[in-house]
């Protein structure tokens, strides 16, 4: 059983990883309840209600998910959600619910505690009205390289006071994102477009294809597409009377900083280029640099670190065609010798087969993994700007920043940041498991250091 002190829940609920949430209606006898999971990070909020249960998942989305079941006879609640194979099974004990939850393979006994309301995350860099600067919607439509047709829709953030500005282009990372780049109710291109715009700077973001108010193929879609939509809003945006075409840039965040140069290598209209977290090293290593790097965060020992790596190593030269016995012999290969403890450690268990396979299947995955910036970067003429934080375990900073350099030669302005992570915030470890509960969006020394940039390229 989850043990706590009287109390508690503010500072568990600060270390949480993933929050759902139960709402009822607003009716008498209402009662919020929250507890933690040890396990896994997962903190559960439940509002009862004398006749109904819904299921929300507030960090994710302000959509519902559908209780499939619940039922309360005397002191036990029971609910299951089918939709997300999620169960609980919960004991009343005067104030207190206590029993397990189960969804997947995970199972484990919990404590729910009285609250007066639903937790939410603090994000305090979330701009607030009113805005001292003007927004407008930039939309495109294209037909892409593959022959697919393309609509994009952005907004476009620029000072009230002036004609021409110069301005900056932001491509977000890797998964179909929407224009604010949101991630765990962090919005990082908003920030960026509401610090730059009191600098006297226009951005544009966008919805990526398939995200938003954006459509277009997604299922075939790799980086080097990726690349003609963020071109194809770096040109429409050129023509906007706000905007001076001679201190138009380009910038991204993680995948969209390998994007962001790649479109400058081929079209000398960029002015600049930002890379935020962008790989200067191959697909493939930055994948194994990553791996390394998160299970180290989180207290892997080297051994088993090992041991994922050599497995890692084998499953990205697979072909994307081999069958899931192959995969799950790589991994009976590999986990021979470790306890069920020390295999699900380092996720090589069966049960991730179907989700690997799927992964080396995707066009997107093929491509990433032979992508090579050495094919692109000493191609940039203009001005680059390469920021990291030292702490970034997804693209990490010194082999990355080392062969940028490297490659773009004497274009290139860098800085690593030390105790920023992959999202640029101040953080403890770097590992992602921390992104959600940090409050901080992105850190006002990154954003200086990119307005700086900007407006020396003027």
């Not at 799927?358 to 000493?378: K, R």
């Not at 934080?389 to 920043?401: E, S």
Request: charged share 20%; glycine share 6%.
């Amino acid at each position: 059983m989850v043990t706590m002190k009287s109390n508690p829940l503010w500072g568990i609920l600060r270390r949480s990883f993933l929050i759902i949430s139960i709402l009822g209606v607003n009716v008498a006898h209402a009662q919020w309840y929250t507890g933690m999971s040890n396990k896994t990070g997962l903190a559960l909020c439940i509002h009862l209600t004398d006749s109904a249960v819904d299921l929300y998942s507030p960090m994710q989305t302000a959509d519902p998910i559908p209780v499939s079941s619940w039922s309360r006879e005397g002191n036990r609640l029971t609910l299951e959600c089918n939709s997300i194979g999620l169960k609980i099974d919960l004991t009343q004990h005067d104030s207190t619910f206590s029993g397990f939850w189960k969804q997947s393979i995970i199972k484990e006994e919990i404590t729910f505690y009285p609250t007066d309301t639903i937790f939410s995350l603090l994000r305090p860099q979330t701009p607030q009205p009113p805005y001292p600067y003007l927004e407008e919607t930039v939309t495109t439509d294209y037909t892409d390289s593959q022959g697919n047709k393309v609509h994009l829709e952005g907004t476009l953030t620029y000072p009230k006071e002036g004609e021409r500005f110069p301005c900056l282009v932001l491509v977000s990372g890797s998964g179909q994102q929407n224009r604010d780049e949101e991630i765990m109710q962090h919005k990082p291109f908003w920030v960026i477009a509401d610090y730059l715009a009191r600098r006297g700077i226009a951005v544009l973001r966008y919805d990526d294809r398939g995200m938003g108010a954006s459509a277009g193929e997604v299922e075939k879609a790799d980086t080097r597409l990726f690349s003609e939509d963020a071109e194809a809003m770096f040109n429409t945006v050129k023509e906007n009377p706000h905007i001076d075409p001679a201190r138009l840039g380009i910038g991204g965040h993680s995948e969209g900083g390998a994007i962001a140069p790649m479109v400058a290598a081929r079209n000398k209209e960029v002015k600049f280029v930002v890379m935020l977290a962008g790989q200067g090293c191959t697909g493939l290593d930055v994948m194994l640099q990553q791996n390394e790097a998160i299970f180290r965060a989180k207290g892997v020992s080297d051994s088993l670190i090992a041991c994922r790596m050599a497995y890692l190593r084998e499953a990205f030269a697979m072909p994307p065609t081999a069958s899931a016995k192959e995969h799950r012999k790589l991994i009976e290969h590999y986990t021979a010798s470790l306890s069920k403890e020390q295999a699900d450690s380092i996720g090589l268990v069966r049960s991730s087969v179907a989700g690997m396979r799927s992964q080396l299947e995707s066009q997107w995955m093929q491509t990433f993994l032979t992508l090579d910036p050495a094919e692109y970067l000493p191609k940039v003429t203009c001005p680059i700007l390469a920021l990291q934080g030292m702490k970034d375990c997804q693209v990490i900073a010194l082999p990355n920043i080392t062969r940028i350099t490297e490659l773009a030669g004497d274009n290139t302005h860098h800085e690593i940041f030390a105790g920023l992570n992959h999202l640029f915030q101040h953080c403890t470890t770097g590992s992602p498991d921390e992104y959600m509960l940090i409050e901080e969006t992105f850190a006002p020394e990154a954003m200086k250091a990119i307005a700086d940039f900007i407006d020396e390229t003027k």
